[in-house]
């Protein structure tokens, strides 16, 4: 019982990581086109600056959905499509 436990745990950490990415990329959305329309060069610099952030969360989960054992046994390359 205690590895599905685990199992959901991490899963709602995961849905959780899901949600603040998707908040932080439509923020970022809603602050791109408002520095189209109102030609905000500084402000679209800081979208593309922030940009990474929503990278690094990405990576983040990435790395939370591949299981340790796949990455340390070569079955990577199953997830990753390299050969």
Do not use: Y
Not at 19 to 40: C, F, P, Q, T
């Amino acid at each position: 019982m205690e590895i599905r436990t685990t199992f959901h745990r991490k899963l709602r950490e995961i849905q959780d990581d899901i949600l603040a990415m998707g908040s932080m990329v439509e923020k970022a959305i809603l602050r791109s086109i408002d520095a189209l329309k109102n030609r905000n060069i500084d402000l679209a610099k800081q979208v593309i600056t922030e940009d990474a952030k929503v990278n690094e969360k990405r990576f983040e989960i990435e790395e939370k959905c591949i299981p340790a054992e796949c990455k340390s046994s070569g079955k990577m390359r199953q997830f990753s499509g390299k050969s």
